[in-house]
Structures are given as C-alpha cells and as structure tokens.
C-alpha cells in the first residue's frame, strides 16, 4: 500500500532501523527493488529525481511505482519525489500523488547570503503547508551537500567535498537545523555529514571516518521528531568496479560511504539512506558481463534480466543491514 514517509520513518524510529531509498528510473530497478523487499519483507521507499522524470516521463515514471503498489499489496511503499528544485515542482508532485516530495532550497542556501537562509526557510515552509493539507510528507535540505550536476562528488560549492571551504563549514549546522525545522516544520531533513553524490566521492580508501557522528548526534538531539536524511550514500562496491573494468568499461578509482557507517548513523538518528549510484553499478556491471560473454545475444530481456538481478541483489544487502528487513 501506498503510505507517507512520516508514517513509514516514525515506524522506523520506533523500531530503531533505517531504510534505504532508492531512486528509480525504469522497470528493472523498480522489478528489483520490489523482488528484494519481498523476499526479506521489508517497506519500501522509491524516489523519482528531475533526471528520472525527464527520461522516463512524468506519467511512465508514476505508473511504474503505481504497478509496484499494486504488485505487492502487503509491502508500504513511499512514493517520493527527490530534489524538488521549487514549490511549483512540489505541488505538481503531490498533485500527481506523490506521497512524500523533497523540497530542496538547499542550492541557493549555498550562496551562504543570509537571505538564501530565509529563501530556504520561505519555499520549505511553502511547501509543507500545502503538502500536509492532503496527507503528504515533506524533506527539506540544509547544508552543502555534494553535486548533483558535475556527479564527480564535487561539493555544491564547487569546491570539492576536500576543497576551499573547511570540512566543519560545509556541515550541516545543529542550531540552524533546529531553527529551520522550528520554521518549516519538515518531516525529514536532509543534512551535510561528509557525503556526497555519485561515484567519485573519496579518492582514498575510507578507514572509518566518512561520517561526522558527532554532527548527526548534535543535530538529532536538537531535533529528535525530524527524521534524518543521508544523501550520498553510495557504497560504491569494489567488485562491481572491477567488473566494469574487466568487461571494458572504465572508472577511475574511487570510494563510496562504507556500509558500517551508515549503520552508524541510524543508530544516531538517520532514517532514510539516499542510494542511486550503487544500483547504477551493478547493473552496468552485469550488462557488460552478459554481452561480453554472450555476444551473439540480442534479446534486451536476457541482459536487462541479469542487470535486475544484480541491482536486487544490492538491494537486499541494504534492506538487511539498514534493519528493514522483516519490518513490512
Ligand atoms: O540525487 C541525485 C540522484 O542520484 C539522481 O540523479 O539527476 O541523474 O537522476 P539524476
Ligand atoms: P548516491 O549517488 O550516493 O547513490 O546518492 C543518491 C542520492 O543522494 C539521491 O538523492
Ligand atoms: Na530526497
Ligand atoms: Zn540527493
């Protein structure tokens, strides 16, 4: 059944787990999402970024999830609309039946002018009045979190998550957290912890330090009924790297957020685990794999088959060390 994130993240406070949410574009990644949280029965959440919408179209994209709800009726699942980049964004969503959006006015926040503070306070607060009216959850961004555009795990600010701007500086700040959602009254809030998107996040191989856990504790504790958000979380496993590279495709070395740290932080407060890259991997892994072996196929169900089972595979691994499995 379709259910709000508020509903689903309280659950998981309650119970103390976190939940993967994973960002989908076509029928395989849904396919494999929904077959790994049945077989270890666990909720769901399902997020659709600009970029999903743009490829596959707005009403393929909803259907598809829709499909999911209908598929397996005994699984809660989230349908949520990922960086909102403005309130009209938003209300397209939740007018389409989005159950969560994310509304990230967190891009002209990085100007670090005090009025990008109030624009982010302004379009949030927005948002969250219209979409608690019918039921709908709200994600709000604050903080300098890693590009979106470049996907090189380069810092909003351009600089880098190692660059200009200290490390400190391009955290999520406690006291701020605790006056936005005072302001905004956002069910979950996305923040800077040391993440950042895509696949080139660390050039250097982590040694359990990614994460400022001291930074989620202090905001989790300002505000302990705001759920948490991680995005970046990536993994980048090594094996599916070298897969790429043996079947001839090429990725620079590169580190993702180790699996035990996340753990770390939903013990700390962290509810909801952005993850896209990963499945993006595997399943450009297993295409690669299959066509080099099998050169003379030519029936797009046979590789995508293999890409299904390979991104489901990542999935289960996730919904079972985040703590969801056996929670739907
Ligand atoms: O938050 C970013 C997601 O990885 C979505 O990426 O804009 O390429 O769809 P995308
Ligand atoms: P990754 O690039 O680490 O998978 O993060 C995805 C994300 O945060 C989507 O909002
Ligand atoms: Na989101
Ligand atoms: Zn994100």
């Known amino acids: 059944a379709l259910v709000s994130l508020r509903q689903l993240l309280d659950h998981a406070a309650e119970n103390g787990y976190g939940l993967p949410a994973f960002n989908v574009n076509n029928l395989e990644q849904i396919h494999a999402i929904m077959q790994a949280a049945d077989e270890c029965n666990s909720p769901v959440i399902m997020q659709g970024s600009a970029g999903a919408r743009k490829y596959a179209g707005e009403p393929f994209l909803r259907h598809l999830i829709e499909a999911a709800v209908e598929a397996y009726p005994h699984i809660p699942i989230v349908m949520h609309q990922d960086h909102g980049a403005s309130p009209a964004v938003c209300v397209n969503a939740i007018r389409s039946g989005f159950s969560s959006v994310m509304m990230d006015g967190s891009l002209e926040e990085d100007a670090k002018t005090p009025s990008s503070y109030e624009y982010n306070v302004d379009v949030t607060a927005r948002v969250v009045a219209m979409a608690h009216a019918v039921g709908v959850s709200v994600e709000g961004e604050l903080g300098c979190l890693g590009s979106l555009e470049s996907g090189m795990g380069e810092a909003e600010d351009g600089h880098g998550a190692e660059g200009v701007l200290s490390h400190d500086q391009l955290l999520t700040d406690p006291e701020q957290a605790a006056d936005f959602v005072k302001k905004t009254n956002v069910d979950a809030l996305a923040i800077a912890i040391g993440t950042s998107h895509g696949a080139y996040k660390f050039t250097r ?124």
């Not at 990614?210 to 496993?237: C, D, F, Q, W, Y």
């Not at 962290?270 to 890259?277: A, C, P, Q």
């Not at 797009?300 to 499995?325: N, Q, V, W």
Request: hydrophobic share 35%; glycine share 8%.
């Open 205 to 328: 191989k982590p040694t359990g330090d990614i994460l400022a856990i001291e930074r989620i504790k202090e905001i989790h504790k300002r505000i302990p009924n705001t759920h948490l958000v991680m995005h970046g979380s990536s993994s980048v496993p090594q094996e599916w790297l070298e897969i790429i590279r043996e079947y001839g495709g090429e990725m620079k070395e590169t580190y993702g957020v180790p699996v035990e740290e996340i753990q770390e932080g939903i013990k700390n407060g962290v509810r909801k685990v952005n993850i896209d890259t990963d499945i993006r991997l595997a399943m450009t892994g297993a295409i690669r794999r299959h066509l080099a072996k099998n050169k003379s196929e030519f029936d797009p169900r046979k590789y995508l088959k293999d890409a299904t089972a390979a991104a489901k595979e990542i999935c289960k691994a996730r919904f079972e060390a985040f703590g969801s499995a056996g929670q739907a």
